[in-house]
């Protein structure tokens, strides 16, 4: 299927691996050009370098900002311009007890998971309205809706994403601009791959058992009965990226294989 996406421009925040990286590698598939970001030059600069190897004649470059380091965003904001597609991908997760959390470890989710994609939209969406066509894409999480009791921190950040999203939709109106949310499930991301692998060394076992043994005691309903792959969540966002999505505006699309049950 044509996607309808050649010559459209999209930047993806958080895209060096994982699922952004995923789907930066769909939009390109698709012909559409690409800016990745991250946190760190080198490493924004080799995943360019990746998609560069795998896509020839794609046009993708890099634009390295730290969304925990406001001036790095403010300088960002600066050079951003001419943006059909915004992904809002960069986040940060992790499993704490909800009493020992501190106050800096709020800020820091607030700001890099809420307060990322508050300001790269509002940079980027009068622009869309005046040009009537543009696409902001969050990808959020199931937990935003059913937060874990061992991340609540993050799975509240996720929620405020949510209310972003479904708010900035209302700003659409008549317009060819379309504001959704996918809520990703369980996904096997490199930080998970990390975990997985740590674990595996420690019991000297192989890392494919503990995956399984880990989705399954966390989630022993999910429908797929693994990990869902980050390209299962670009698919997605690239359909939602597209002209041909135009349709569906102010919505939370579920990626989550069933994990979620209300």
Excluded at 115 to 121: A, D, E, F, G, P
Aim: aromatic share 6%.
């Amino acid at each position: 299927m044509d996607l309808q996406l050649k010559g459209k421009r999209a930047f993806i925040s958080g895209s060096t691996q994982g699922i952004g990286f995923a789907i930066a590698q769909q939009l390109l598939q698709e012909g559409a050009e690409v800016i990745i970001n991250g946190r760190n030059e080198n490493k924004t600069r080799l995943a360019c370098e990746r998609l560069r190897e795998q896509f020839p004649d794609a046009v993708v470059f890099p634009c390295p900002a730290d969304f925990s380091n406001r001036s790095e965003v403010m300088q960002l904001l600066d050079e951003l311009n001419n943006i059909d597609i915004l992904i809002n991908n960069v986040g940060i997760f992790g499993v704490e007890n909800f009493y020992e959390i501190s106050d800096e470890t709020w800020y820091d989710y607030l700001e890099i998971n809420l307060m990322s994609s508050m300001r790269l939209s509002r940079k980027l969406l009068p622009a869309m309205i005046r040009n009537n066509w543009g696409r902001i894409i969050f990808i959020s999480s199931e937990s935003g809706v059913n937060v874990p009791e061992n991340m609540i921190h993050y799975g509240t950040t996720k929620a405020a994403m949510n209310a972003l999203s479904n708010g900035l939709s209302k700003l659409t109106k008549g317009a060819g601009v379309t504001v959704n949310t996918i809520l990703g499930g369980p996904t096997y991301s490199d930080g998970v791959a990390a975990v997985v692998e740590q674990i595996a060394d420690a019991q000297q076992i192989d890392a494919e058992s503990v995956k399984q043994a880990i989705i399954l005691q966390s989630n022993p309903h999910i429908l797929l009965q693994r990990f869902l792959d980050p390209a299962e969540i670009a698919s997605l966002a690239v359909y939602l990226a597209s002209p041909l999505s135009v349709a569906t505006n102010g919505a939370a699309l579920r990626a989550d294989s069933g994990v979620l049950k209300v």
